[in-house]
C-alpha cells in the first residue's frame, strides 16, 4: 500500500506530462500541496519520536494525559530566569484555567487536510480540461508532430484546431478562470482556517516573530513560544483510595513544537508568498481579457524568436475578446510544443485564417 501511495504521489507531482496550467497555478496546486504534505509528515514524525512530550518526575499517565488534554504556559513565578528572558510565560492579566496547547495533537491532520484542500482545483481542471490538449499530442516531446511528417507540413494539427468551435474554446478558458479563481478563494480561506485553529494567532505569527528577531524585543514575548510553548504546566487528574479526586502538576517539554515554530512560521511566508501571485493571477487575467496586444505578447513569448517576418504571422490571427478561447489554447500548445514546430504552426495558421473560427 505504501508503493501504491509513492507511486500516486510521484504521478501527482511529476512535471513530465503535457503542461496544461501555467507557473501561477502550480505555486498553488503542486509546491504548496507538497509544502503541507512535507510539513504534516515532519510533524507526524516527531509526534512518535518519542520526545514529542516529557513530563518531570511523571510517569507514562502523566505524559499521555498532558499530550491528550492539553496544558497551560508555565506563570512567571514558576520559570527559571533563563525562560524569564525570553519572556516566554503566561500573561499575568490573563488567569483563564482552560488549557491552550490541546489542539497541537491536531497539527499533523490539520496540515494533511490543508493540503488535500489545495489539491481540489488542480482536480477538477485535469477533469473538465478533458484531453484538448492531447489532440495535438500525447506528451511535449511529441507535440505538434505529424505521424507522417514531423513539421505538420499537411496541416493536419490546424485542421484540429479548426474543429474546436469558439463555444467550446471559450468554455475550456473560463473554466480554467474558474479553477485559477478557485485557488485564490481556497488560499484565502486556509489562511483564514489555520488561523482560527490557532486562536487568532496565526494571522500576524510571522510578522511578529520577524520583528522579535530584528531587535524589537522590549516589553515583548517571544511570538513563537507564545503560539508554541516549549515548557508548560500541566495538571493531571485522577481519583485515589478514598474516591476523592485529586490534581498534581507537572512541568512538560513540548519538544514537538519546536518544529511547529518553525513549520507555522514558514507556511505564514509562504502564504505572504501566494497572496503576492493571486494578485499578479488577476491582474494578469484582466489583461487577457480587455487587451488583445497582451494576448499577442504572450503568444509571441512562446515563439522564441525576434524574426519580423515570423512575428507577422501572429498579425494575421484574429484575437481579441471574441477569440478569448481559441487564444487560449493557442497560449497552452505554445506552451507544450518546441519553438520550432509552434512556428511552423502559426505560419500555417495565419495562412489558413478561416480555420481559427471553427464552428461558433
Not at 496550467?21 to 505555486?27: Q, V, Y
Not at 488567569?95 to 489545495?118: A, H
Not at 494578485?279 to 524574426?307: D, E
Not at 478569448?324 to 500548445?333: I, N, P, S, V, Y
Request: overall charge neutral; some cysteine; hydrophobic content about 40%.
Amino acid at each position: 500500500m505504501a508503493s501504491e501511495l509513492f507511486k500516486e504521489a510521484s504521478k501527482y507531482f511529476s512535471l513530465d506530462s503535457l503542461d496544461k496550467d501555467n507557473w501561477a497555478f502550480k505555486l498553488f496546486s503542486k509546491v504548496t500541496v507538497g509544502i503541507f504534505m512535507g510539513s504534516a509528515a515532519l510533524s507526524l514524525a516527531s509526534s512518535y519520536s518519542g520526545d514529542a512530550i516529557v513530563c518531570k518526575d511523571g510517569d507514562d499517565y502523566d505524559k499521555q494525559y498532558c499530550w491528550l488534554h492539553g496544558s497551560r504556559h508555565l506563570p512567571k513565578d514558576q520559570i527559571s530566569d533563563e525562560i524569564n528572558k525570553k519572556q516566554c510565560y503566561a500573561d499575568p492579566d490573563n488567569n483563564d484555567p482552560n488549557p491552550d496547547t490541546e489542539y497541537y495533537i491536531w497539527v499533523s491532520m490539520v496540515l494533511f487536510l490543508n493540503g488535500i484542500v489545495f489539491m481540489i482545483p488542480d482536480k477538477l481542471w485535469q477533469y473538465f480540461e478533458d484531453g484538448m490538449l492531447e489532440q495535438f499530442g500525447s506528451d511535449k516531446s511529441n507535440f505538434l508532430n505529424n505521424p507522417r511528417d514531423e513539421y505538420d507540413a499537411d496541416g493536419k494539427h490546424v485542421a484540429v484546431f479548426k474543429m474546436i468551435s469558439k463555444k467550446l474554446s471559450r468554455k475550456y478558458f473560463w473554466t480554467f478562470v474558474a479553477c485559477e479563481m478557485l485557488n485564490v478563494v481556497i488560499g484565502i480561506v486556509s489562511f483564514l482556517c489555520i488561523n482560527a485553529f490557532l486562536s487568532g494567532q496565526f494571522s500576524t505569527y510571522g510578522a511578529d516573530v520577524l520583528n522579535y528577531s530584528s531587535g524589537y524585543k522590549e516589553g515583548k514575548k517571544d511570538p513563537m513560544c507564545s503560539l508554541f510553548p516549549t515548557i508548560v504546566n500541566c495538571e493531571t487528574s485522577f481519583f485515589g483510595v478514598n474516591s476523592q479526586k485529586s490534581t498534581r502538576s507537572k512541568i512538560c517539554i513540548l519538544g514537538q513544537n519546536i518544529l511547529n515554530q518553525k513549520i507555522y512560521f514558514l507556511l505564514w511566508l509562504w502564504f505572504m508568498v501566494l497572496f503576492g501571485v493571486s494578485v499578479l493571477v488577476i491582474i494578469n487575467r484582466i489583461m487577457c481579457i480587455f487587451v488583445p496586444a497582451f494576448q499577442r505578447q504572450v503568444v509571441a513569448a512562446h515563439l522564441k524568436s525576434k524574426n519580423a517576418n515570423r512575428l507577422t504571422s501572429i498579425e494575421r490571427i484574429p484575437l481579441g475578446h471574441d477569440y478569448l478561447g481559441k487564444w487560449f489554447l493557442l497560449a497552452q500548445m505554445g506552451r507544450n510544443s518546441c519553438p520550432y514546430k509552434y512556428r511552423n504552426f502559426l505560419e500555417k495558421l495565419g495562412e489558413k485564417q478561416p480555420l481559427l473560427d471553427g464552428k461558433a
